[in-house]
C-alpha cells in the first residue's frame, strides 16, 4: 500500500545422481560415413555404481521497486547464488572393433570394446549481480515515451579441482557391462580459479507514436574482464600428466543495439520488424582456453518479422515469425597451424508458427511448428581422426533439426476433472559441423489426467506412451538414450 515494494525470493535445491553418458558412436555401414548410437538396450549403463553428480544449488534475489512519481519508477535487482558441484562421470571413448576393422551398426556387441574415461571433477561457482533501472513515461501531445536507463554491474568466480586415475581408459566389451565400483588410485591433478566482472549500461525507449504504431528502440555497452590462474601438481607415477595450457587475462568490450517496429491496425492484429545484435566472448562461460584467449568477441545479428492474431474475442492467439540469426565472425581453426581465428560465418533462419489458447470454455490447446535452415557458411575447420580431410563449409549446422512440432491439447468435464495429450516430434539431428554424426528424429506421445480442487490439484503426466527409444541429449562421440515410458504424479496446494 506505499509506492515501495520488495520482493525476496530464494532457491535451495540439492541432487543426488548417477550420471549416465550414454552409449558411443559407430558407422551405419563400416565405411567410415555417418556414425549413430551403437544399438544397445536403453537400459544398459556402461558406468561405474560409485559414479556421482551431485550438486548443491543457493540462490537468493532481492528486487525493490520505488515508485517515485506517476510516470517515474526506480527498480533495483539484486541476486546472489552458489553452486557446488561434485562430478565423477564414466563416458566411453571411441569403439574399436575386435580383430580389427571400421566398428559399424551391423556389428554384434561382442565384437566391440570402448575404454572407460574417467572424468572426475569438483566445481564451484559464485555470482553476485546488481541491476539498477530508472523507467520513464514522457508524454509529447500524442507521442509517448517509455525509457529504461539501466545499469548492470557483476562478479562470477569459479573454481576447478580436477583429479586424475590410474589406471585410466580401462577397456569394456559393449555386450555387458561390468560396472562394480572405480579401480585403481586418484590424485589432484590441477587447481583453476576463474573470475569474470561485468559492467554495463543501457537505454531503451518504446516510442508510442499513435494508437497504431510503435518504434522500439535501445543502445548497450557491456565490458566484460576475465581472468585464471591454474596450478598443476606433481602427480605420481602411473599417472598421465596434465598439459593444459595457461590463458592470459583477456578484457573484451561491445556495444550492442536492438531496435523494432510495431503495427497494430486494431484490437487483434498486431505485426512487427526486429533488429538485433549481440555478442559472446571466447570465456562466456567463465572458462578459458589458451586457444582462445586472445581472441575477440563472435559478433551475432539478428532479423525477424513476424505477427500476431487473436480469434475468439482472445480467448484463440495465432503466432507467427520469420528469422535470420546470423554469426558473422565465428570462431574457425586452421587446420595446419591450430590457430583460431575469426574468420567463419554461420547462420540459422527459418519460420515458426503456433496457436494457444480455447476452442470452447472447456477445451484448450496449444499447438508450434518451426523449421529451422542451419548452415556453416564460411569455415576453416577441417575434421581430425575418423573425419580426416572433410571440411565443415557448406554443413548443415549441428543441432538444428529442419522440422520441430509440437501439440497439446486437454479438456475439462465433470467439472473437477481434465484429460488430455500430445506428442513433440523432431526430425534428424546431426552432431557436428562436418555431417558426420547424428541421431535419427522422433516422435513422442503423452498424456495427463487431473482431478482439480479450489486448493489442491492431483495431476498424473505420462510420458513416451510408446516407450519410443530415442535421443534428446546428443554430442559429436555419444548419445543418452531418453528415459522409457514413465509416469509422474504431481500435487499443488495453494492457501
Known sequence: ?????????????????????????????????????????????????????????????????????????????????????????????????????????????????????????????????????????????EVVHTVITGMEIGRDTYHEDRYAWSPSNVLINLDYSVNGTR??????????????????????????????????????????????????????????????????????????????????????????????TSFNPSAETVTQSATTANVAPEKNRSLEIGAKLDLMEGNLSFNTALFHVEKTNARTTDAITGIVTLDGDVRVQGIEVGAVGRLTPLWQVLAGYTLLDGKVLRSRDVGTGVDLGIRAEGKTLQNTPRHSVSLWSTYSFLRDWEAGGGLVYSSLRTLNNFETAQVDGYTRYDATLAYKQKTVDIRLNLQNLTDAKYYETASGGRAVPVKGRSAIVTVTYRF
Open 1 to 141: 500500500g506505499t509506492p515501495t515494494e520488495v520482493t525476496l525470493s530464494a532457491l535451495f535445491q540439492r541432487n543426488n545422481d548417477l550420471p549416465d553418458y550414454g552409449v558411443p558412436l559407430v558407422t551405419t555401414n563400416g565405411k567410415g560415413t555417418v556414425r549413430k548410437p551403437v544399438n544397445t538396450p536403453s537400459n544398459r549403463f556402461y558406468g561405474y555404481t560409485d559414479d556421482q553428480f551431485d550438486q548443491s544449488v543457493n540462490v537468493i534475489s532481492a528486487t525493490v521497486k520505488h515508485k517515485i512519481s506517476p510516470t517515474i519508477t526506480l527498480r533495483n535487482q539484486t541476486q546472489l547464488s552458489a553452486y557446488t558441484t561434485d562430478a565423477s562421470p564414466t563416458p566411453l571413448s571411441t569403439v574399436t572393433r575386435i580383430g580389427g576393422g571400421v566398428p559399424s551398426l551391423t556389428d554384434p556387441l561382442t565384437l566391440l570394446n570402448a575404454p572407460r574415461q574417467d572424468k572426475d571433477r569438483h566445481l564451484s561457482d559464485k555470482s553476485l549481480f546488481n541491476q539498477t533501472d530508472l523507467i520513464t513515461k514522457i508524454s509529447a501531445g
Open 183 to 276: 579401480q585403481g588410485k586418484r590424485a589432484l591433478s590441477r587447481a583453476v580459479d576463474t573470475s569474470a566482472d561485468t559492467l554495463a549500461v543501457y537505454i531503451n525507449d518504446q516510442i508510442d507514436l499513435n494508437k497504431q504504431w510503435k518504434l522500439v528502440g535501445g543502445l548497450r555497452w557491456d565490458r566484460y574482464a576475465v581472468s585464471t590462474t591454474i596450478q598443476k601438481f606433481t602427480l605420481p607415477t602411473g599417472f598421465a600428466a596434465d598439459t593444459t595450457a595457461l590463458a592470459a587475462p583477456q578484457t573484451n568490450t561491445m556495444l550492442s543495439y536492438r531496435g523494432g517496429l510495431i503495427y497494430q491496425p486494431d484490437e487483434v492484429q498486431s505485426y512487427y520488424v526486429s533488429s538485433g
